[in-house]
């Protein structure tokens, strides 16, 4: 059964603390994305990457780490030096062909205690 | 830097009446657009994606139109049903084909 599992579906954080969200994908896609989406508001760029062991920076990457050693993972580690990171996080994939469509998983809820 | 806007951005029709939902950007140089439907709590499920040569893209009751000159796209729902109730956002990719920058989304209520 292909396609993208993000884990945990919901996480819990104290402030102060890291926390990495999980993100595999199946599909053989060379390119992987995450996204932050607020309540009621469209999606933001966090960090994308478009083959192992290369990323780049999204709109948004300050208190956000990611890496990518494997083509199939891309885990978002939300540092304590993301002032505000309650929000729901998603992640998708992309065959970086010309195609380029995006495929989403089922997203992580953060919310900090 | 793109913009993408969706309005309205809540709209709530009785069952059986056609959906006409607009997006709009600012950079018309695009490599591609992309539909999606979000029910809530929900990761985002792909619907259609219009590439920059193209004008539509259809599936099924879903018929989106692109006009790259003016900026615009609308996403059609023919026959609108209460299973169609749902977020529904536009994003534009960029030319170098690497990033999506998404709408706002527009909450859409069937009502039966």
């Known amino acids: 059964d292909g396609g993208i599992t993000q884990s945990p579906k919901y996480l819990f954080r104290k402030e102060g603390q890291n926390v990495t969200l999980s993100c595999e994908q199946n599909?053989?896609?060379?390119?992987m994305y995450w996204y932050r989406q607020d309540p009621g508001q469209g999606l933001r760029l966090i960090y994308y990457?478009?083959?192992?062991?290369?990323?780049q920076k999204g709109d948004i990457a300050e208190g956000y780490s990611v890496s990518r050693e494997k083509k199939e993972s891309f885990p978002l580690t939300v540092t304590s030096a993301q002032k505000n990171p309650t929000a729901f996080y998603l992640c998708?994939?992309?065959?970086?062909?010309?195609?380029?469509?995006?495929?989403f998983g089922p997203g992580t809820r953060l919310t900090v205690l | 830097k793109q913009e993408v806007t969706q309005i309205p951005a809540a709209l709530s029709v009785p069952e059986g009446e056609n959906l006409v939902l607009n997006c709009s950007f600012t950079d018309s140089a695009i490599y591609n657009l992309q539909w999606f439907r979000q029910d809530p709590g929900k990761g985002l499920t792909s619907l259609l994606l219009i590439q920059s040569s193209q004008r539509e893209q259809t599936s099924g009751r879903l018929n989106a139109s692109l006009d790259k000159s003016s900026g615009r796209s609308t996403l059609y729902i023919a026959a609108s049903q209460p299973g169609d109730s749902a977020t529904y956002l536009c994003?534009?990719?960029?030319?170098?084909?690497?990033?999506?920058?998404f709408g706002g989304g527009t909450r859409v209520l069937v009502k039966p």
């Open positions: 990457s478009q083959i192992v062991n290369d990323f």
């Open positions: 599909l053989n896609h060379d390119a």
């Open positions: 998708a994939s992309a065959t970086g062909s010309s195609y380029n469509e995006q495929f």
């Open positions: 994003a534009v990719m960029g030319a170098a084909g690497n990033k999506l920058t």
